[in-house]
C-alpha cells in the first residue's frame, strides 16, 4: 500500500454552499425602527440592534440585571426551548431559563443612549398594564413579560419582528443577525 484512502489530500469532498446571512440596509434599519414602536416588544429590538445581545437571552432578561441610570445590562441567562422529559406533560418540548453557555458569555453591556430610552419606556408601558391588570398581573420580574406577567415565549417575540419587517416591504432576515447590526449602526435617525 503506497498512500493511506483516508488521508485527507486524498479525499474530493462536495464544496457545500453556505447560505449567505441576510442584514438589514442602513435604510430599511431606519424604516423597521420607526414602524417597530407600533409592537409590544420595540423594547426588545432596540435592545438586540444596539447591544448585540443574543435573543434568547433579551428574553431572559430581568429588571434588576438592567442599570438604567448607568446605561447597562447584566446578561446571565439564556432562555431556551428544551425536549420535555415529562412523560405526563401535554407538550413534547419546554421553554427554560438556563445559564448562559460558557462563562464568557456572562457579561456586562454597555446601552446606547436611545436603548436606555427605549427600555424606560418600556418600563413605564408595562408598570401601565400592571396596574390596569390588578391582580391577575404576576410579576416575575422579565423586561419583556406577556400580559400576565410571564416571559415571553421567544416565538411570539419572533413573529412580531416577522410582521414588522412585512409591514416595512423588507426580505426576510433571520433575528440573530441583528448582533451583527449593532457595530455598524447609526442611531442619527432612530426615534423613540
Excluded at 31 to 50: D, Q, S, V
Excluded at 173 to 183: C, D
Amino acid at each position: 500500500m503506497y498512500s493511506n484512502p483516508s488521508d485527507a489530500k486524498n479525499l474530493n469532498l462536495p464544496t457545500l454552499d453556505a447560505e449567505e446571512t441576510q442584514t438589514l440596509t442602513n435604510e430599511q434599519l431606519d424604516t423597521f425602527l420607526e414602524a417597530i414602536m407600533e409592537y409590544r416588544y420595540f423594547a426588545g429590538f432596540y435592545l438586540l440592534i444596539g447591544s448585540g445581545m443574543r435573543p434568547g437571552e433579551m428574553v431572559a432578561l430581568k429588571w434588576p440585571l438592567v442599570d438604567l441610570r448607568n446605561r447597562s445590562v447584566e446578561v446571565k441567562e439564556t432562555r431556551t426551548r428544551v425536549l420535555n422529559e415529562d412523560s405526563d406533560a401535554k407538550t413534547k418540548t419546554k421553554v427554560i431559563n438556563q445559564s448562559t453557555k460558557t462563562k464568557k458569555s456572562k457579561r456586562s453591556l454597555a446601552l446606547a443612549g436611545r436603548v436606555t430610552a427605549a427600555l424606560r419606556l418600556h418600563r413605564m408601558l408595562q408598570n401601565k398594564e400592571k396596574l390596569l391588570a390588578g391582580e391577575s398581573y404576576i410579576d416575575k420580574g422579565y423586561v419583556f413579560a406577556n400580559a400576565a406577567g410571564g416571559p415571553v415565549e421567544y416565538r411570539n417575540f419572533y413573529r412580531s419582528f416577522q410582521a414588522c419587517l412585512i409591514k416595512c416591504g423588507i426580505p426576510h432576515v433571520k433575528l440573530y443577525a441583528f448582533a451583527t447590526l449593532s457595530l455598524r449602526f447609526s442611531w442619527k435617525k432612530a426615534r423613540i
